[in-house]
């Protein structure tokens, strides 16, 4: 605890960073006075951890090890490469990097810098990481190599190409890896230079508490996605009372399967959680059964987390390799819909307690308790984290409170959940209540135990197995095509995915063909994961009464046409 932490003042002003909007300061003393801002910021936290757990195991990935005061040192070397390098504090750096031990380092290096990190997923591509740097104004940007046949170099050239002219220009790229001949710097260079920070004419103030401390991206709804602001106090606190309600300890020892820089995985308790905890962060370079079990057994792991299309899979390769899954104390799934019928099966099936995690990068996080009772955690997605989340079950027409138990959409407030996105347009005032509480689009019914069960979504979006697409997105892609007039963009169930996205479009001439769509979409530097599995022209829309396309008939019209692929097709 950071002793002066009672005098920092919230809001506007005290960041350095002017395009967050931080808790009104009434807010923010009661959560200091409670005690879940703690007045540390990440880069201290290191430090301590450092000092409290030295010899320990901080991170695994491979045969290759980190003690925590390897960790902590190696963030030093690599603050201090990054300001030789230029960048500054309250500079916005993406990272981008697949799942190896270099994400916590350099996810340190910059924290040691009063830098900020932006979290981008492996699969994004030019469309998203322009984006993303646009919208952060991102003075660097950190890639691997290569990954998954996919040279991150190339992507990196594209994007500095279009952002180093700008008004905030992308000034630095950083390669984990071989730079090859991109002219781009390499991350071991940062890495093995002194750990001493050059002092400048200009040195910074440290960043506090209050600063803004990483920028996550929304899955989105309207326009493009958006960028969310967390501060210190705030994503410490996220993580910490994930790490409570899970018990972490310095026994723990936690797997990250699902992308690092996911909040799920870094933050719920995840990598953080463990951290703060003493325990150790195991990497799994990819997300297969078998490489988890594997690691499972080898490092002796204690607890991991999911996405629903995973468990299937780890059900089929459990039955066939047997591995020995005793040292899991649970497993986490969320960030999609787990039918309750799969949540049934979990735990007879592997002999691990299951833990349903519902959350969202935007804050509010939801578990499943470790002594809930088996309907509970077969059933809900878990109740709030914090004692301090407020919640509400509203009517989405009128915003009034629903019956006890009804469906409705859940508003949410509390000490780590937003209250504004970062330089947002005015379109992003319509995500809060004009009390502060975020608009998380999502239908729930509350239990009187306090726990929810997602029941829908009234937002335009589609939740591919955990990754988001926000339709509005890629219909202003779709509509860019020369043929096509109109665009819509629906879920429709999917086996694999839960649900998975279809292009319905209304075109001049000859219409595309789903596999012209798909490369268009492509060329113009979409995720892989957002491009439509099918592909409809139609002659006209149907529409709402207001003159919307009418989403819902659409995808009623869709699953009709579905191609079933069961014994009964
Ligand atoms: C149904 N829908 C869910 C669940 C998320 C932990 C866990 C998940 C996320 C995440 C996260 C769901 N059942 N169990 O950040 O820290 C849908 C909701 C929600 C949206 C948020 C975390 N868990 N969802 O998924 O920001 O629609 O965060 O509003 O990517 O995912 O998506 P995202």
């Not at 002219?183 to 050059?198: K, N, R």
């Not at 089929?316 to 960030?335: H, K, N, T």
């Not at 979504?457 to 860019?480: F, M, P, S, Y």
């Amino acid at each position: 605890m950071n002793p002066d932490h009672e005098d920092q003042p919230a809001g506007p002003g005290t960041t350095v960073d002017p395009g967050w909007v931080a808790w009104p300061e009434t807010d923010a003393r009661r959560y200091r006075a409670a005690g879940f801002w703690t007045g540390d910021t990440f880069a201290d936290l290191l430090r301590r951890w450092a000092q409290q757990h030295g010899g320990r195991t901080a991170l695994v990935d491979g045969d290759r090890r980190w003690t925590y005061r390897q960790l902590d040192d190696a963030a030093d070397r690599i603050s201090a490469g990054l300001r030789r390098l230029g960048l500054r504090r309250g500079d916005r750096v993406v990272l981008q990097l697949p799942n190896r031990a270099e994400f916590v380092e350099i996810w340190f290096g910059l924290q040691r810098l009063g830098a900020v990190p932006v979290h981008a997923m492996p699969g994004h591509r030019r469309a998203e990481i322009a984006h993303l740097a646009a919208l952060s104004g991102a003075a660097g940007y950190v890639v691997a190599d290569r990954h998954a046949r996919f040279d991150y170099r190339t992507l990196a050239t594209q994007v500095y190409g279009e952002r180093r002219t700008a008004d905030e220009p992308l000034r630095h790229v950083v390669v984990l890896g071989d730079p090859a001949d991109s002219g781009f710097t390499s991350y071991s260079g940062l890495h093995d230079g002194p750990p001493e920070q050059p002092a400048t004419a200009d040195d910074d103030p440290r960043p506090t508490a209050a600063d803004l401390a990483l920028l996550l991206l929304s899955g989105g709804t309207t326009g493009l996605p958006k960028l969310i602001p967390r501060s210190h106090d705030d994503y410490a606190y996220n993580a910490r009372s994930g790490a409570e309600i899970c018990r972490l300890g310095p026994d723990d020892v936690y797997l990250a399967v699902l992308p690092i820089g996911f909040n799920f995985t870094f933050a719920c308790p995840g990598v953080l959680g463990t951290l703060m905890a003493g325990g150790t962060v195991v990497v799994a370079p990819n997300p297969s059964p078998a490489t988890a079990f594997r690691l499972i057994e080898q490092e002796r792991v204690t607890c991991t987390a999911l996405n629903p299309p995973l468990v299937p899979y780890w059900f089929a390769e459990y039955a066939d390799s047997r591995p020995d899954l005793s040292s899991l104390r649970f497993v986490q799934v969320g960030s999609a819909r787990l039918a309750d019928e799969l949540a049934r099966r979990f735990t007879p099936t592997l002999g691990v307690p299951l833990q349903q995690v519902y959350g969202m990068a935007e804050g509010l996080i939801n578990y499943t308790r470790l002594d809930d009772p088996d309907e509970l955690v077969c059933t809900t997605q878990g109740r709030p984290g914090s004692p301090a989340d407020e919640i509400r079950v509203v009517d989405p027409a009128d915003g009034r409170p629903v019956p006890p138990g009804e469906p409705g959409e859940l508003h949410t407030r509390g000490p780590y959940t937003l209250r504004g996105y970062y330089r947002a347009d005015a379109s992003a005032a319509a995500s809060f209540t004009p009390d502060g509480f975020y608009r998380t689009g999502d239908l729930v019914r509350q239990l009187p135990s306090g726990h929810l069960t997602v029941v829908g979504r009234v937002k335009d979006q589609i939740n591919r197995g955990g990754e988001k697409i926000a339709a509005t997105e890629v219909e202003g892609h779709l509509l860019a095509h020369p043929a096509v007039r109109q665009a819509a963009l629906v879920g429709v169930p999917d086996e694999q995915w839960g649900e998975a996205p279809a292009a319905v479009l209304v075109c001049a001439g000859p219409p595309p063909t789903a596999a012209e769509v798909v490369a268009f979409l492509r060329g113009r530097g979409l995720a892989a994961y957002k491009l439509p599995d099918r592909v409809e022209c139609v002659d006209a829309m149907p529409l709402t009464a207001v003159g919307k396309i009418d989403k819902k008939v659409l995808a009623q019209r869709l699953a009709a046409t579905m191609v079933t692929t069961g014994p009964d097709a």
